[in-house]
């Protein structure tokens, strides 16, 4: 069935370290793509996002291209802060509904 | 702002209970979801409705059941709780469009003593 696979943490860096997060999914036919993230005592709320094959989500330094053939959408951030400290979830949308399936989240700890 | 509302924040019930956790959202949307948070196992989707009295299981139905009878409610219902439905749970909702994001609640912390 259809699901997203993310990299298990907790991910521990310091603070201007390079971020990759890895997230790959299966589905049947092209779904939509989406990272969000969820800061401490909060819901989630919507990072960035891809809607077709190698495009480009872009938000707040966080980037993630849609890969197809890879099927994949890694997240990325060439410096992160202490501020980036949080759970970051992969989802994608799926065609017809646009019912969402998350991946398990992965937990980011930035220290200074 | 957009809005997604959980009744309550943090709630205790004692096991054997009927509990009810409602959700509304003010943004019109088609779809919305019951997902469930725990440590290590992330979202899982609990109930999915697309429309009105319409719904849809999602990967751990057993011991819930939900109700839609308006466009911006949706509720979820431990028939009779038990201490293993102690969690998180997460509404959202979104447009039925496709390629468009869910709006989250910010959720309800239950325990089941």
């Known amino acids: 069935g259809d699901s997203v696979t993310q990299m298990e943490g907790p991910v521990t860096l310091s603070e201007e370290a390079f971020l990759t997060i890895n997230c790959t999914y299966t589905a049947t036919g092209y779904p939509s793509l989406f990272w969000y993230v969820q800061y401490p005592g909060e819901g989630l709320q919507l990072l960035l996002k891809a809607t077709k094959a190698d495009d480009k989500g872009s938000n707040k330094g966080f980037e993630a291209t849609y890969r197809k053939e890879t099927t994949s959408f890694h997240l990325e951030k060439g410096s992160v802060q202490v501020s980036d400290s949080a759970v970051y979830f992969c989802a994608l949308g799926l065609r017809g509904y646009n019912k969402l399936i998350f991946g398990a989240g992965t937990r980011l700890a930035v220290h200074p | 702002d957009v809005k997604v509302t959980q009744s309550s924040r943090y709630l205790v019930k004692r096991t054997g209970e009927k509990v009810f956790l409602e959700c509304v959202q003010d943004m019109d949307h088609e779809n919305m979801f019951w997902y469930r948070q725990d440590p290590g196992l992330g979202l899982r989707l609990i109930y999915f409705?697309?429309?009105?009295?319409?719904?849809e299981k999602g990967d751990i139905p057993e011991g819930y059941s939900v109700s839609r009878e308006k466009k911006e409610r949706f509720s979820l219902i431990l028939e009779s709780a038990s201490t293993n439905q102690t969690s998180m749970y997460l509404c959202?909702?979104?447009?039925?469009?496709?390629?468009?994001?869910?709006?989250f609640g910010q959720g309800t912390r239950l325990t089941v003593v």
């Open positions: 959202a909702s979104s447009p039925r469009t496709v390629n468009t994001e869910a709006f």
């Open positions: 409705s697309y429309d009105v009295k319409m719904k």
